[in-house]
Each structure stands twice: as structure tokens, then as C-alpha cells.
């Protein structure tokens, strides 16, 4: 008896979708026999299909991400679109019991339906890839901290703002910097998401939602990014063998969560201080296991693939199952 197939669509074609597609072109084999499963691209929607060379065999190419999203043939949805209005595709996908993986921190985090899911751990939602991409913070929340008192999270989340930081560190300007990132496609379509925090905002929103099982959208979180004045702030912290970093903080006290995003003056010693480039660092304290850290690239297309990889793997093993189910109701 041959496998049962997955049908993907794909919504998104930009660097983080080609790197999904072929990633996934060069694992194909070992994903099919981890999952027991055959995998198929069926559908990818872009915006404007003819300025994007993304001819996959057998793959119908159009711009209707809500019809590819309520398509009944697909069975598993990857977005990474990074639409602020993916919520409703993804919404659409996840109540006709299809599987969305998507790295969408945006959506996820400034839609209430959708935050109100990855608090209840709804089956079939699976966003490792929204934060901090390769880093495997998220299932590390989701699933391996679910029995943990988790106090505090603290970490450093955008990998456009280090790379600005740890450059001017080293005698750039911030203008410099900034055209840096922007050469080495570090930063967001829009680089204000990065600059003003809305983007580790968006990030931390997420994590904290899923550390304390309720909905925290991001305009709960407090933030201040950064800007040209930061200059003068960052050459003053060197002169002191200390660094500035953009950190995502959020503590819980008696129910309450205070969660904010702000540049900070570290010691050089703090784990934090050690993010260059686009490495993220995350730290979780937990009552029983003590402070847990984790780091790695947190942007980019072959990072942000792995991490769409891992959750395709995970969605397809859960998909099989749970089809079955409905065939024999």
C-alpha cells in the first residue's frame, strides 16, 4: 500500500518560501520516510505570479491565498506571506480541519482568534518558524515547559536591530548599518517594524502567550526601538566594556503579565549582550528547572526553513491520524 499523500499550498513566495520549496526539494525523501507520507507542493499563491519564477511541477501558480486557503484538496497550508491580513487565511484553513504551518509572527500576534488557539493548543496550528526561526523556542513553550511555574522570559528577538547595534559597536554609523542589513536582506519589506520593536513586540506576544496559556496581543506590550540617536547611547556603553541590545522582557505576578521591548545597556558577560548579527537569544526562568537558554540565527531563509520543516514533519504526522478518524466517522 503506497503512502498517504499531503497536499501543500504554499502562500508566499518571497526569500522565506524559495527557501521553504527547496529545502524541502532537497529533504523530501527523508521527510516522506520519517512521516510515512508523500508530499506535494499542489498550490502556491503569490500576489503577482508572473514576476516570481516559482514553476514547481504539478503546482497550479495564482494569487487567490483565500481560495487556496479554503481549497477542500489541500491539506496543509504553509504561509509565509507575512501579510498582516494572513489571520483570515489562516483561520479559514484551521476550521476546515486543514493543517497551517506558517511564520506569520504578525498575524499571529494582533489576531485574538488566533493567539486565543495557540493558548488552548489547538491541533493543527504549528508557528515554530515565527519566532526566532531556527531556535526551537516555541515548541520548548508549547510542549517541554507545559508542566513548569515559568516567571519570566527575557531575550533578544530581532535580528535587524543586533545587526545595526553590534555594527555601530564596531565603528559603523547607524546609517551605515542600517544600508548593511538592508544589502544583506536582514531586514523586514518594512525595516520600521524592526527599528521600532514591533517586530520582537509581535515575537514576544507570541511567547508569552504560549508560557501562560492566555491571549496577549501585541499592543499589550509596551516598546520603544531605536533610531539614529542610539548612535551616541552604543559608543558611551563600549567606552564601559558594556552593549546595547534591543530586549524583549515579560514577567507574570499574581496572573498578571507585564511584557515589554526596549533597548538596554548589558554587561558584556550577559548572555544577552552576546547576540551579533541576526542570533537570537532566549531566556525562560522556571521554577523547577531554573533558567533555561537557547540560541541561534533567528532570521533568514535557510533558518526560517528548518524551523518550517520541523512543523511540516510535525503537521503531516498529525494530519495522517486525524484523517483517518474522520473517514471512519
Known sequence: MSPPEVRIGVIGFGTV???????LARRRHALE?????????????????RSHDCTIAGARV???????????DIDLVVEVSGAASADSWILTALDRGAAVVTANKRALATSIPLLEALAERRPGLYCEASVAAAVPIVRALRDSLEGEEIRAIRGVLNGTTTHVLSSIE??????????DARRQGICEGDAQLDLSGADAAHKLAILCTLAWN?????????VEGIGLPIEESVRQAVARNFRVRLVAIATRRDGAVAAAVRPATLAVDDPLATATGVTNVVEVDTALAGTLRWTGPGAGGPATASALLADTLSAARWLVPSRLQLAAA
Do not use: K, M, W, Y
Open 17 to 23: 518560501g524559495r527557501s521553504f520549496i527547496d529545502a
Open 33 to 49: 520516510q520519517s512521516a510515512h507520507v508523500r508530499l506535494t507542493i499542489a498550490e502556491i499563491a503569490v500576489r503577482e505570479p
Open 62 to 72: 495564482h494569487n487567490e491565498a483565500e481560495l487556496l486557503a479554503n481549497n477542500p
Open 170 to 179: 564596531r565603528g559603523h554609523s547607524f546609517v551605515g548599518a542600517l544600508a
Open 214 to 222: 492566555t491571549p496577549l496581543p501585541a499592543d499589550h506590550v509596551s
